[in-house]
T-cell receptor
Framework: DAKTTQPPSMDCAEGRAANLPCNHSTISGNEYVYWYRQIHSQGPQYIIHGLKNNETNEMASLIITEDRKSSTLILPHATLRDTAVYYCIVRVAIGNEKLTFGTGTRLTIIP | TAGITQAPTSQILAAGRSMTLRCTQDMRHNAMYWYRQDLGLGLRLIHYSNTAGTTGKGEVPDGYSVSRANTDDFPLTLASAVPSQTSVYFC??????????????FGPGTRLTVL
C-alpha cells in the first residue's frame, strides 16, 4: 500500500472549516483514499473514502487532486467533538482488506 | 445493535501467563482484524481473518495467535505474555464483499498491562 504523509498536528477554530491535508504521491491506480478518525480512548471511526472523484457524506467532504497524489479532508463546521487524530490511508479495496495506519494528524478544535 | 464488542475492558496480567482477548461482532461481517496501539506508533495489525476458517499474519504477529471458528468470534490469545505486549488492543470487522467500500468497524478496545 502507498505511504501517506500528514502534518502531525493542526488547530481549527470552532465553527470554521477544518481542512486536513494528506500526501500520497506513490498511490496506484487501483488504490482508494480512506479517512478514519480516533477520538481519545475510543476505537477508530470510518469517515469517508474515495477513488478519484470528490466525495461528500454527512460527516465530511473528500477532495482528491486530479493527479491523485494528494487529498484534503474537510470538516465543514468543526465542533469540539471533532477533536481527534485523523488518519489518511491508501489501499486497494479488494484482495487486501488490511488497513495500514500511520501516526495521523492530531486535530484540536479551539473554542 | 451491539456492533462489535470486546472483553475484558482492561486487564493486568503477570508476565508468563496466558490470556485470551475476546471479540464478537453481530453484523455478519466476513472479515475481522486485531490491532494493537502503542503511544507514538499508531495502530499496527496483528492478525486478520478474511472469512471464517482462515487467518493471516499482520505486521506484528509474534507472540499472538488467533482462531476463527465462526463468523462472529475472533479471539486473540497471548500464550505467554511479556511486558512489551502492554498495549491497547482493538478488534475490527468489515464486510469485504462490498466492492470499494470495506468500512472497518472498531470495538472499544482492551487495555492490557503485562507486569
Amino acid at each position: 500500500d502507498a505511504k501517506t504523509t500528514q502534518p502531525p498536528s493542526m488547530d481549527c477554530a470552532e465553527g470554521r472549516a477544518a481542512n486536513l491535508p494528506c500526501n500520497h504521491s506513490t498511490i496506484s491506480g487501483n488504490e482508494y483514499v480512506y479517512w478514519y478518525r480516533q477520538i481519545h480512548s475510543q476505537g477508530p471511526q470510518y469517515i469517508i473514502h474515495g477513488l478519484k472523484n470528490n466525495e461528500t457524506n454527512e460527516m465530511a467532504s473528500l477532495i482528491i487532486t486530479e493527479d491523485r497524489k494528494s487529498s484534503t479532508l474537510i470538516l465543514p463546521h468543526a465542533t469540539l467533538r471533532d477533536t481527534a487524530v485523523y488518519y489518511c490511508i491508501v489501499r486497494v479495496a479488494i484482495g487486501n482488506e488490511k488497513l495500514t495506519f500511520g501516526t495521523g494528524t492530531r486535530l484540536t478544535i479551539i473554542p | 445493535t451491539a456492533g462489535i464488542t470486546q472483553a475484558p475492558t482492561s486487564q493486568i496480567l503477570a508476565a508468563g501467563r496466558s490470556m485470551t482477548l475476546r471479540c464478537t461482532q453481530d453484523m455478519r461481517h466476513n472479515a475481522m482484524y486485531w490491532y494493537r496501539q502503542d503511544l507514538g506508533l499508531g495502530l499496527r495489525l496483528i492478525h486478520y481473518s478474511n472469512t471464517a476458517g482462515t487467518t493471516g499474519k499482520g505486521e506484528v504477529p509474534d507472540g499472538y495467535s488467533v482462531s476463527r471458528a465462526n463468523t462472529d468470534d475472533f479471539p486473540l490469545t497471548l500464550a505467554s505474555a511479556v511486558p512489551s505486549q502492554t498495549s491497547v488492543y482493538f478488534c475490527a470487522s468489515s464486510d469485504s464483499a462490498l466492492a470499494g467500500v470495506d468500512e472497518q468497524f472498531f470495538g472499544p478496545g482492551t487495555r492490557l498491562t503485562v507486569l
